[in-house]
Nanobody, 124 residues
């Protein structure tokens, strides 16, 4: 059974940091992209960051460049999103998801498995 479990969210003040985790089970930790998405109340779900498990390439949207870092721990089959210098506009539920095609990018429709999400709240 394929499972993606996002965790690590919480409440922080602006300028603080959080590290989100996406634990993956039921599939080999290879040959797909893990995308991080977020959705704020009343807003569309948007892509945040991607990592290609096969070759390690990463991508960040402009809003988080220089502040967020996506990485993997192959011994734990886990993808991390280190979030630094957090801003109130980062407040959202954060989701991790899998793109087997390797071409979906920030298009949520291209991802076939999703975690349940974890809440990140950044106060002013």
């Amino acid at each position: 059974e394929v499972q993606l479990q996002a965790s690590g969210g919480g409440l922080v003040q602006a300028g603080g940091s959080l590290r989100l985790s996406c634990a993956i089970s039921g599939i080999a930790f290879d040959d797909y992209v893990i995308g991080w998405f977020r959705q704020a109340p009343g807003k569309e779900r948007e892509g945040v960051s991607l990592i290609n498990i096969s070759d390690g390439r990463t991508f960040y949207v402009d809003a988080v460049k220089g502040r967020f870092t996506v990485s993997t721990d192959n011994t734990k089959n886990t993808v991390y999103l280190q979030m630094n210098s957090l801003k109130p506009e980062d407040t959202a539920v954060y989701y991790c998801a899998r793109d087997l095609s390797l071409v979906a990018g920030t298009d949520a429709g291209g991802y076939d498995y999703w975690g349940q999400g974890t809440q990140v709240t950044v106060s002013s």
